[in-house]
């Protein structure tokens, strides 16, 4: 048996009862339970959001209510091993994460293209998909999207490629590392207080760290310039943000994706980091719909 840390906060178990007092909903897949949200007209054109490494499907709160709000079906949900999905024991790659919103797609009965909307890892996996199954992404859209090149981590986080010492840092420093990490681009006490708020609740259920350690050691943080290329050969129509104070994925990225996929549109955004559709959401929005909106 392997060895295992124990996360002493990680008490609760992701059953029925904790599915049934949680807002959202729940759909059964071949590999677990997600939990997602659905908004907007049944009408109306599907956008499908996937967020990054570790914040749950909050992290789109203001793209949700505005896209709604402009009449598009808008889905949202949480990755494997984060929010309130399930942390099946299986390997946290690409693979996984692809097939999880393939599986997503196929039960809530999206059969046609849908735009697809991806943050920082999850614009790997999105551009993973979209290079895999071309005929179902209408549309692109990447925030800050990770893998143009390997994305370098925090020591704490390095230290997870070392089998035993990773779950060690994880348990001794990992609570500290990942708060201040997700809410490394806010500004303000109040703001930051209350996204630590929303994100300490996926740190209680079993299976959260070590769904982040195989997420980093089954190369999600690493190098997806092959999808890139391909995108930009089957020429999807793909936009473009960037914030230019980004940390975590440094703005000099972006000129390998634009080098990737020349049909892109490019966005850079001043005066904000990682997440900027959420600290400028409404110069973002403006861009976004009209990017949207455009004839094909």
């Not at 002493?8 to 599915?19: G, V």
């Not at 990755?79 to 097939?99: A, E, H, N, Q």
Request: glycine letters at 10%; one cysteine or more.
């Amino acid at each position: 048996m392997p060895w295992t840390f124990p996360y002493l906060d990680e008490t609760e178990e992701l059953d029925e009862a904790a599915r049934a007092s949680a807002a959202g909903h729940f759909v059964r897949l071949p590999d677990g339970y997600t939990h997602y949200e659905l908004g907007g007209p049944p009408e109306g054109e599907v956008v499908v959001l996937v967020h990054g490494f570790s914040v749950p499907y909050f992290i789109f709160d203001p793209t949700f209510d505005f896209l709604t709000r402009f009449g598009f079906r808008v889905l949202r949900y949480d990755l494997f091993g984060r929010g309130l999905s399930d942390r099946p024991k299986l390997r946290y790659d690409v693979d996984l994460f692809c097939k999880q919103l393939q599986d997503l797609l196929d039960k809530l009965g999206f059969d046609g293209s849908v735009n697809l909307v991806g943050l920082s890892m999850g614009g790997a996996i999105a551009v993973t998909f979209a290079a895999r199954f071309p005929q179902r992404v209408r549309r692109l859209v990447l925030i800050d999207p990770a893998g143009a090149k390997a994305v370098a981590l925090p020591w704490s986080l390095r230290a997870a490629s070392l089998p035993g010492v990773g779950e060690l840092a994880l348990g001794l420093f990992g609570s500290v590392t990942l708060l201040k990490g997700a809410a490394s681009s806010l500004f303000g006490p109040a703001a930051v207080a209350e996204f630590q708020r929303r994100y300490r609740v996926q740190m209680k259920y079993k299976g959260f760290r070590r769904a982040l350690l195989s997420t980093m050691r089954s190369g999600m943080l690493g190098d997806f310039s092959a999808a890139y290329r391909a995108v930009g050969q089957n020429g999807t129509p793909t936009l473009l943000f960037w914030g230019e104070n980004d940390t975590a994925v440094p703005f000099v990225h972006s000129q390998i994706v634009r080098q990737a996929i020349p049909q892109v549109v490019f966005e850079p955004l001043s005066g904000c980091g990682h997440i900027p559709h959420y600290e400028k959401p409404q110069e973002v929005n403006a861009r976004l719909l009209a990017f949207l909106q455009a004839e094909s």
